[in-house]
């Protein structure tokens, strides 16, 4: 099993910025892609961003791209997702996932085996 934690969300005025933090433990070798989701409130789960532990490579989607940044530190077993220019909009709880299979980063929730606990953004206007 791969457990995730989330942390660093909070509330923050639009144009700020946050980090989050998603920190693994457990089989953490089988993990090939780990990502970002969202819920809002009323709305279905969206993909944020991801990358590809191995190579680094990361995908966005285009509501968050030029302002959000995925990365990861192995060492630490730990991925990191940087918000900048926040915007009311991006009010949400945010999800850690991480996957298994290796072949490309997944956009869909249920191509996800493991799931941390959320942490809440918000943003005011």
């Known amino acids: 099993q791969v457990q995730l934690v989330e942390s660093g969300g909070g509330l923050v005025q639009a144009g700020g910025s946050l980090r989050l933090s998603c920190a693994t433990s457990?089989?953490?070798?089988?993990?090939?892609?780990m990502a970002w989701f969202r819920q809002a409130p009323g709305k279905e789960r969206e993909f944020v961003g991801g990358i590809m532990l191995s190579i680094g490579n990361t995908d966005y989607a285009d509501s968050v791209k030029g302002r959000f940044t995925i990365s990861r530190e192995n060492a630490k077993n730990t991925v990191y997702l940087q918000m900048n220019s926040l915007k009311p909009e991006d009010t949400a709880v945010y999800y850690c996932?991480?996957?298994?299979?290796?072949?490309?980063?997944?956009?869909?929730?249920?191509?996800?085996?493991?799931w941390g606990q959320g942490t809440q953004v918000t943003v005011t206007s």
């Open positions: 996932a991480a996957t298994a299979i290796p072949l490309r980063i997944f956009t869909t929730p249920r191509s996800y085996a493991y």
């Open positions: 457990g089989r953490t070798f089988n993990i090939a892609a």
